[in-house]
Structures are given as C-alpha cells and as structure tokens.
C-alpha cells in the first residue's frame, strides 16, 4: 500500500514501522508457530498472477508459521464474492471481488464516509474468507478455477495508480484488442466494457452530409439526424464492440435529445 505520505524520518513514524515489522514476523506477543492470515487490497489486477508467488514469499519468510493464509481483495469487478483456485497453485489463497458499484461508492462518498464504507467492503471480505477457511462455506458460494490465468482472464481489469506518490484511484484500462496466438487464454474482461467520446459538429458543417471522424480505433461515418446543426454534440459510445450514437442540444442549461446518429464502420 501507499505511505508515502508519512515522514519515515520521525521518531513516532520509525516506532510505528519497526512495531509493525516486529508482529509481521512474529516477535511480539504472537508466538512465531501461530497460523498466519494476511489480507491485500491488490493495486492492480495483474497481481492476480503473483498470488502464489507472494504466498510462497510469505511461508519462506515465517517457516515457523504452521499454516500461512492469503486474501486478495479485488476492486472494481461485476459481480461479489469469493473464488479460488484449484490445485497447488491456489493451495491456502482465496479472492474476494468487490462490485465496481460498491467502490466508486466509497471513492466517491469522501471524508470518514468514504472510509467507511471501505472498511466495511473489505470487512465482509475479511470474514467471508475466515467462514470458508474454517469449513462454514458451501462449495457451490465459491467460483473455482482451474488457474491463477484463467482466474485473471475472468477479471476486470485495472490498475490503482502509483502507490509511492498517490492514493488508492483503480481505473479501467482502455484501447484496442490486439490479434493474439490461439495458445493464448482469452482476456474477454481487459477493456472497459463501455466507451464513450463527445464531439461537437464543426463550424461551417453541411449538416446534411455525412461526418468522419475517428475513434476507440475506428474511423467512423456518421449520418446527423434531420433537425441537427452546428455546434450540437454528438455523443459516441461503444457497448461490448457495439457502436451507437446521439446528437444533443444545450437550451438554457439543459441537454435535449435531438436524434439519433447512423454510424458506418469504415475499413481501412
């Protein structure tokens, strides 16, 4: 996580790291052969892929340890809940994703309202995966998979920006789908599923002919609908590859509606 906005030169901030690192590795109250559980808001989505790594960095790093747990918190996803993996390579790991509704909820909410609402995204995270590991939790509530990839590849992806500099902001990646090998697995949730692009008829427009315009990696000829003029917006957006489109006009600070745009893929 980030902390760069602690001042690590500090007597009071050195007494709160070393106190940390301390009950990290066992040195404190807690005896070193306790059952480990450690719990990650990941940063990006690509940490899915590291999760046995870090599993196993954390084991080499308390051997004493006579179980090492892992939770990795998931932002931003369609759906809630737990998921694991089979096999070795998920052995003691579980996943919890928080709805993409449900974290710009609390990033948005600001202040303590805001901190709230995370803690207790990530509460019910917390015990969801203390019930399953205690053997409380039906298979059935648990989406398993055969890998950390095709777990990955089911995700929505993002990243959380730069944690030495700036706080937690998880953004969708946006771009164009690449051709890849068929060996590949298929990354169906990369790109945000919903795109979208303003424009503005230019001044000088025949607005009965068409417009070309180019966007989300396509060129485009857009038909205005008849009432249409110059200055109005026309409003792009792709919905799962699907391209639509709508002229707007602003009257006395409201937007109306005026039609609906024919848009033509051109291939190049």
Same mark, same amino acid.
């Given at each position: 996580?980030?902390?760069?906005?602690?001042?690590?030169?500090?007597?009071?901030?050195?007494?709160?790291? *070393?106190?940390? *690192?301390? =009950?990290?590795?066992?040195?404190?109250? !807690?005896? /070193?052969?306790?059952?480990?559980?450690?719990?990650?808001?990941?940063?990006?989505?690509?940490? *899915?892929?590291?999760? /046995?790594?870090?599993?196993?960095?954390?084991?080499?790093?308390?051997?004493?340890?006579?179980?090492?747990? #892992?939770?990795? *918190?998931?932002?931003?996803?369609?759906?809630?809940? #737990?998921?694991? !993996?089979?096999?070795?390579?998920?052995?003691?790991?579980?996943?919890?994703?928080?709805?993409?509704?449900?974290?710009?909820?609390?990033?948005? /909410?600001?202040?303590?309202?805001?901190? =709230?609402?995370?803690?207790?995204?990530? /509460?019910?995270?917390?015990?969801?995966? !203390?019930?399953?590991?205690?053997?409380?939790?039906?298979?059935? $509530?648990?989406?398993?998979?055969?890998?950390?990839?095709?777990?990955?590849?089911?995700?929505?992806?993002?990243?959380?920006?730069?944690?030495?500099?700036?706080?937690?902001?998880?953004?969708?990646?946006? @771009?164009?789908?690449?051709?890849?090998?068929?060996?590949?697995?298929?990354?169906?949730? #990369?790109?945000?599923?919903?795109?979208?692009?303003?424009?503005?008829?230019?001044?000088?427009?025949?607005?009965?002919?068409?417009?070309?315009?180019?966007?989300?990696?396509?060129?485009?000829?857009?038909?205005?609908?008849?009432?249409?003029?110059? @200055?109005?917006?026309?409003?792009?957006?792709?919905?799962?590859?699907?391209?639509? @489109?709508?002229?707007?006009?602003?009257?006395?600070?409201?937007?109306? !509606?005026?039609?609906?745009?024919?848009?033509? $893929? #051109?291939?190049?």
């Amino acid at each position: 996580g980030s902390f760069w906005h602690h001042n690590v030169e500090t007597p009071m901030t050195k007494a709160d790291m *070393i106190r940390r *690192i301390d =009950r990290f590795f066992g040195r404190g109250s !807690v005896p /070193a052969k306790t059952p480990r559980f450690f719990a990650r808001v990941v940063n990006s989505s690509r940490e *899915i892929l590291a999760a /046995a790594r870090l599993r196993d960095a954390l084991q080499d790093a308390l051997p004493d340890a006579s179980q090492m747990y #892992l939770l990795l *918190i998931v932002d931003l996803q369609e759906t809630s809940g #737990l998921m694991d !993996v089979a096999g070795a390579q998920g052995r003691n790991i579980l996943f919890w994703s928080v709805t993409e509704a449900e974290t710009q909820a609390s990033l948005q /909410a600001g202040g303590d309202k805001s901190f =709230r609402l995370t803690s207790e995204n990530y /509460a019910r995270a917390l015990a969801a995966a !203390v019930k399953c590991w205690a053997g409380e939790t039906p298979a059935e $509530e648990i989406r398993t998979f055969s890998s950390l990839r095709a777990l990955s590849s089911a995700c929505v992806h993002f990243d959380g920006g730069d944690a030495s500099r700036e706080l937690f902001t998880p953004k969708k990646f946006y @771009g164009q789908v690449l051709a890849a090998p068929a060996s590949a697995p298929p990354m169906q949730q #990369l790109l945000a599923r919903l795109r979208q692009q303003m424009f503005f008829v230019p001044p000088n427009s025949d607005v009965t002919q068409p417009l070309f315009v180019e966007c989300f990696g396509k060129k485009i000829k857009v038909l205005l609908p008849p009432g249409s003029q110059v @200055g109005n917006a026309l409003q792009l957006q792709m919905l799962d590859g699907v391209l639509t @489109g709508t002229v707007t006009a602003m009257y006395n600070n409201q937007s109306f !509606v005026i039609g609906i745009a024919v848009l033509e $893929e #051109l291939l190049c």
